[in-house]
């Protein structure tokens, strides 16, 4: 899953990045236990099984009461979290665990390498609706050699071996039965007193309303310390930050608006800290590169040199987000600051516009070749404000160079459904959602035109493909930060969409909260260390 | 009467069938498959996979008759099915959780709508042209015309954030657990008053105006002519001969509104984060999770149609005309 489709929801689909802004932590007070902290979630989970879900809340939840064999540090690192140590073979195909000795499930029994086994029987099983299969599907074998002991056999060197064990491992001895009659969806454990080996094991649920999680004492890596979290499902952005401004809720997300205008009052920067880091996806320009006139890499670049991006950043989203030259976050390992710019420059734009043939002006002062005007309708989806200026403000920059732009917005489903996936389209402004390996086959190779496909504007690179394909199937990073390096340089130089900008993923927490370090993962990755010193606790629950 | 209920009842049936069958079909017609929107990424091979088989799971391969006559033939069983949503869970557990909070909700507002319209239509019939009147009648129309969202907001600023007294949003604190019995059912109070306000300000207009046209009628009526000239007390005269005649339309406006009663206002549920029917089923429809907007339909349907029946019966029993002109036909 190494790529989502962003939807409308701000905060829908980031996964934490990279160069944060800390207000000074002050000296550290004495770690203590107890307290409730109150998070918002913007939708319910949509189940307590996340192998089986996509959406980011089940994910957030999930997080927390299940344990992958590997995690994420602060530094997007991959570090053990079930597994103590790994190692690999030298040709990359054989991969060996070596499991904690402690960790138990939150039932008690303990947690053995039969689980792991399970686990990948689970996502390879034919009956289990996941979409997560495919990192699953390269592995020859899982064989336990020994109680605390997993060895894997790939068929081919892959990439993403090692992250994809990041997955929530699931206890055969609670699922299997659901899972050997294709009915996991159904099992109870997905909508209640889940299994898992987290940090925090599931206490109770109101559907739509709130979820409760408690610490478990019993967790392999010490207890933590925060020892209930509730989470209150607040569908509406508005409420969320009326609640915080109420106190009602400790932590949620800021739009920029909120952190740049509405929150620097004293009371609420004595109550929250605001985090700010860049967030998991950023937003373009696309074009549908069928078109003829888009065909043309002039044509495209003299857009780019037509949008001016600070004014992008600074009129949607307060500043409060990083230019983008490519589909790589900046600061992350596979990102090449080293390519191809745009600036704004209207002189270069029209010498590139009239290279590809479009000199003439019409009555209306729009660009004419062959007799025709140049204007193209430019589409995104419902909902998403943000879209819909960028939408406006690349209308107005085009009518400068003479180039005409109707705006269409459209339902996120029919948007997606009957234009994008049919292709039936000039130009969209939508936005893409990464992950944190940088294999992106699925969006810019020629192979992935197909109508369920990403690479919805049809570009076609035999190099991007060359380098797509080689950067997957890589097991050694320096190689593969070449492929990724050169890719970016391509796509710069032929700019298939305009990329504009990642937007910042921009967290509040209550500031009796200690012990949050942001780094480019965010701050969530370390929860369990999150503390409330005892002068502080506001809630007394046990 | 009994036949004439018999007859309706029977009638009712195929109403109900093609109700259904019409909606079956028009939501299948909906671009988009349940199995779309519940994919991260909708490209690689094992999601077209992972679609395919919740496609089979669903019987969404098969042609629509076949798929609605499996519907059909499990909801005459009182069988709703399970929500294509990645829980799974039951329909009936769905949209029984959230019954019971739309309920509520709308009883309460309901109960009050009735209690406030009633005597402002009257007061205001009474008194036409007062400044009573023109007073309620700018209110209400204020009311009519404020967006629900708008005044929600504000009313959450002063009251949640500023004031402090009342609980912004939900229905329960989150310490709802660790309180006794009686601070549960205080706590539940303080959550409603908001959503209750938003909702019952804008539906005050309506029946209030039906309330007063209703009432002006009455009081140009021969009879009350007779009775104001028999001297009884402008008292006796306005409660107990204008009000009941002109409280009729009032009570088929009410019985109408019974299948309302389970809709909930997606925008006061949406804005205070409360579970029900309407979130519950804008839900459904954005993630075509038909069962549960079928469950939902065939609820409302069969109220409507129960409504109606009601609502004619009723008739005949609040007025005498109808029932003995009914008697003369049959």
Redesign the interface.
């Known amino acids: 899953m190494a790529v989502l489709l962003c939807a409308a929801v701000v905060a829908g689909c980031s996964n934490d990045l990279d160069g944060a802004e800390v207000p000074g932590g002050g000296a550290p007070a004495k770690r203590a236990y107890g307290d409730t902290l109150i998070e918002a979630l913007l939708a319910d989970v949509s189940g307590l099984i996340p192998n089986i879900l996509s959406d980011s809340p089940s994910y957030e939840v999930g997080g927390l009461i299940y344990n992958g064999l590997v995690g994420f540090d602060r530094d997007l690192n991959l570090v053990g979290e079930l597994a103590e140590s790994w190692s690999f073979s030298t040709d990359c195909l054989d991969l060996t665990f070596t499991l904690r000795p402690n960790a138990t499930w939150h039932d008690g029994r303990p947690f053995t390498a039969d689980d792991v086994l399970f686990t990948y029987e689970t996502m390879v099983h034919p009956k289990t609706p996941t979409s997560n299969r495919e990192s699953f599907k390269v592995i020859e074998r899982v064989d336990v050699v020994g109680p605390r002991t997993v060895h894997i056999r790939y068929s081919k060197p892959y990439a993403k071996a090692l992250q994809s064990w990041g997955l929530s491992v699931l206890p055969r001895h609670v699922l299997e039965p659901y899972v050997r009659d294709g009915k996991l969806r159904e099992a109870p454990q997905n909508w209640k007193d889940p299994v898992g080996t987290g940090p925090y094991r599931f206490a109770e649920r109101r559907a739509g309303e709130k979820i409760v999680l408690v610490a478990n004492r019993a967790y392999f890596a010490g207890p933590p310390y925060i020892s209930r979290v509730v989470y209150r499902i607040i569908p509406s952005q508005p409420t969320i930050f009326l609640e915080l401004k109420a106190k009602g809720v400790d932590a949620g997300r800021l739009n920029a608006l909120q952190y740049a205008r509405q929150t620097n009052y004293p009371a609420f920067e004595k109550a929250y800290r605001k985090y700010r880091h860049a967030g998991g996806g950023y937003t373009y320009l696309g074009f549908n590169l069928k078109d003829p006139r888009f065909a043309d890499r002039r044509v495209r670049q003299a857009i780019a040199h037509a949008i001016d991006k600070r004014e992008l950043i600074d009129g949607v989203l307060f500043g409060l987000g990083r230019d983008a030259t490519g589909p790589y976050k900046p600061g992350t390992w596979a990102h090449n600051p080293n390519v191809k710019t745009y600036p704004h420059d209207l002189a270069r734009a029209r010498a590139l516009l009239s290279e590809a043939g479009w000199k003439e002006k019409n009555a209306e002062g729009l660009l004419v070749k062959d007799g025709k005007p140049f204007t193209f309708e430019l589409m995104t989806n419902q909902g998403n404000e943000e879209r819909r200026k960028v939408a406006e403000i690349v209308q107005a920059s085009l009518r400068d160079l003479g180039i005409g732009v109707e705006i269409r917005i459209i339902e996120w489903a029919s948007f997606i459904k009957e234009y994008v996936k049919k292709r039936r389209f000039e130009a969209i402004v939508l936005g893409w959602g990464i992950g944190p390996d940088p294999d992106q086959y699925e969006i810019w190779h020629s192979s992935k035109t197909g109508p369920d496909d990403l690479n919805h504007i049809s570009y076609a690179n035999p190099e991007v493909d060359d380098r797509l394909e080689k950067g997957r199937s890589a097991c050694v990073p320096a190689e593969r930060v070449k492929h990724y390096h050169r890719l970016q340089e391509i796509l710069a130089e032929d700019q298939p969409v305009v990329f504009l900008y990642f937007g910042d993923a921009l967290p509040v927490v209550s500031s009796r909260v200690h012990g949050i370090v942001p780094g480019p993962n965010g701050i969530r990755y370390n929860f369990p260390e999150w503390y409330v010193p005892a002068a502080l606790h506001r809630y007394t629950s046990g | 009467m009994l036949l004439y209920a018999l007859r309706r009842l029977l009638l009712a049936v195929p109403l109900l069938i093609g109700i259904t069958f019409i909606s079956f079909l028009v939501i299948h017609l ?3 498959d349940p199995t ?15 679609r395919q ?2 496609r089979e ?1 669903y019987e969404l391969d098969k042609p629509l008759h076949v798929q609605y006559w499996n519907w059909l033939t499990r909801i005459v069983r009182l069988d709703f099915g ?1 929500s294509f ?5 039951p329909v009936i557990d ?1 949209i029984g ?2 019954l019971q909070i739309t309920l509520i909700l709308n009883l309460i507002e309901l109960l009050i709508i009735v209690s406030f319209a009633v005597p402002i239509g009257v007061l205001s019939a009474t008194r036409q042209y007062s400044l009573f009147d023109k007073v309620t009648t700018v209110f209400v129309f204020v009311g009519f015309a404020t967006p629900d969202f708008w005044l929600a ?1 504000l009313l ?2 002063l009251f ?2 500023q004031l ?1 007294w009342l ?6 604190s ?2 709802w ?2 309180l006794s019995f009686w601070k549960r059912y205080l706590d539940l109070a303080s959550h409603l008053v908001l959503p209750v306000v938003v909702a019952t300000f804008g539906g005050l207009a309506g029946l209030s105006r039906y309330m007063r046209q209703s009432m002006l009628e009455v009081v140009r009526q021969d009879y009350i002519q007779v009775a104001r000239a028999k001297g009884l007390a402008e008292n006796v005269v306005v409660h107990k001969h204008a009000l009941r005649n002109a409280l009729l339309p009032i009570v088929t406006i009410l019985a109408l509104s019974l299948p309302g009663l389970i809709g909930g206002s997606v925008i006061v549920e ?4 409360i ?1 029900g029917m309407g ?2 089923m804008v839900q459904a429809v ?1 993630a ?1 999770d038909y069962p549960v907007i079928m469950g939902n339909l065939v609820i409302v349907a069969t109220l409507t149609l129960a409504a109606n029946l009601i609502a004619d019966i009723v008739y005949g029993l609040v007025d005498p005309r109808i029932r003995l002109a009914g008697r003369r036909r049959t």
Request: cysteine-free.
């Open positions: 909906a671009p988009g779309e929107f519940q994919q991260a990424d909708p490209s690689t091979e094992s999601s077209a996979q992972a088989l919740l799971l399970r949503a990645p829980d799974a869970r769905k959780e959230a907001l959450m600023m949640g954030v402090g609980p912004i949003s939900q229905l329960h989150a310490n657990e660790y949406q804005i205070f984060a579970p979130r519950l954005f075509r």
